[in-house]
């Protein structure tokens, strides 16, 4: 056929593929030009473990396509929402650490709850969807790999890694009240509700937030020293966590909180005052809390800083265990 006619049909590639989905959802996919890090760090650690290659197979394969899924059907619960609550969802990034939904708009606590909530809460289904493929695959369900082994019972380790992730990444993002997961937001919204104005809310979060990240700075000393793969990424999940609640802490003190939607609906409509002078958003200097100005934009090419950001972060968590179960032997001749 004539380059002409090949020039009809679209290549099959990633990029393409996500913008095709990115139209149907109506809300722009990126890929983060690091996107496969937990991916290739679980193969390097399989591999140079001496696994089978079976184990690296099941690393990768948890590490790397099943936990993207599982982060963008995470994120899409909370763009489902926040459309619903008349927000506009900018785009979705899925970077190392996870995935990022950038939402536009101010919204009341309550919304704000549904909104945070529905991310968690899309792990449920997919908690019975790897359980009932388990239960078909294994006759029952269950969390371990005893008695397991990677050349036999490849596809019930697969289920219960997926299991495993499912679990800690819903507990995770709704336990951890470090500032911006989905249970600091939740909480947030919680003390607005019952009346405490944001700048003490803020403050509470932004406590809460110091005390969990010395747990996540512990967590990446110890595999640090213990030459974990997850250590690098541990690292990183705890000097971005700590860049965003400084953030937080600075908008608080610099009375910037109005440029943060988690906060901004509230102090508008004067149902509660905060505790140092409030500067319109345009005022804002912490890039983080910039008002969200346009609609979505195209596929790896934002126009504008959305509002806030609904994060799921997981990566390190698929690593550990994506590793952990790709340590299963073999079975025996």
């Known amino acids: 056929p004539s380059p002409d006619i090949l020039g009809k049909f679209p290549q099959p590639t990633c990029e393409s593929t996500f913008r095709a989905l990115s ?29 089978p290659w079976q184990s690296v197979l099941l ?33 979705i990034l899925l970077w190392p650490l996870g995935g990022l939904a950038f939402i536009g708009g101010a919204v009341k606590p309550k919304e704000q709850i549904l909104i945070s909530g529905s991310g968690p809460a899309t792990h449920l289904p997919m908690l019975g969807l790897w359980a009932g493929l388990l239960a078909l695959l294994h006759g029952s ?32 993002n709704l336990l951890v009240p470090c500032f911006p997961l989905d249970c600091s937001r939740i909480l947030a919204s919680l003390l607005l509700l019952r009346g405490l104005d944001p700048g003490h809310a803020a403050k509470i979060i932004v406590i809460f937030s ?50 943060d ?46 509002g806030s950001s609904q994060v799921c972060l997981a990566s390190a968590i698929a690593l550990v265990i994506a590793i952990s179960v790709a340590q299963v032997g073999t079975s025996p001749s």
Not at 237 to 252: F, I
Not at 265 to 288: D, E, F, I
């Open 59 to 91: 690393a990768v394969l948890v590490a790397g396509p099943l936990l993207l899924i599982t982060v963008l059907v995470h994120e899409l619960g909370h763009v489902i929402a926040a459309k619903r609550c008349g927000c506009t969802a900018d785009h």
């Open 23 to 51: 139209q149907a959802m109506g809300t722009p996919i990126r890929l983060h030009v690091f996107l496969p890090l937990a991916a290739v760090l679980a193969a390097l650690s399989t591999v140079a473990a001496g696994h």
């Open 141 to 172: 369900v269950t969390l371990s790999t005893h008695g397991l082994w990677i050349d036999s019972n490849f596809g019930s380790l697969t289920c219960i890694a997926m299991l495993n992730t499912n679990l800690v990444m819903l507990l995770f």
């Open 210 to 259: 110091v005390i969990a990240l010395a747990g996540v700075v512990v967590l990446s000393v110890w595999s640090f020293m213990n030459s974990h793969s997850s250590s690098s990424l541990n690292v990183v999940l705890a000097v971005w966590l700590a860049a965003q609640t400084w953030r937080l802490h600075q908008a608080r003190v610099n009375g910037q909180l109005a440029s």
């Open 261 to 306: 939607p988690l906060f901004s609906a509230v102090m508008n409509t004067g149902t509660s005052a905060t505790s140092a002078p409030v500067h319109s958003a345009s005022a804002a200097t912490g890039r983080s809390f910039q008002t969200f100005q346009e609609g979505p934009t195209a596929v790896g090419k934002p126009s504008s800083t959305p």
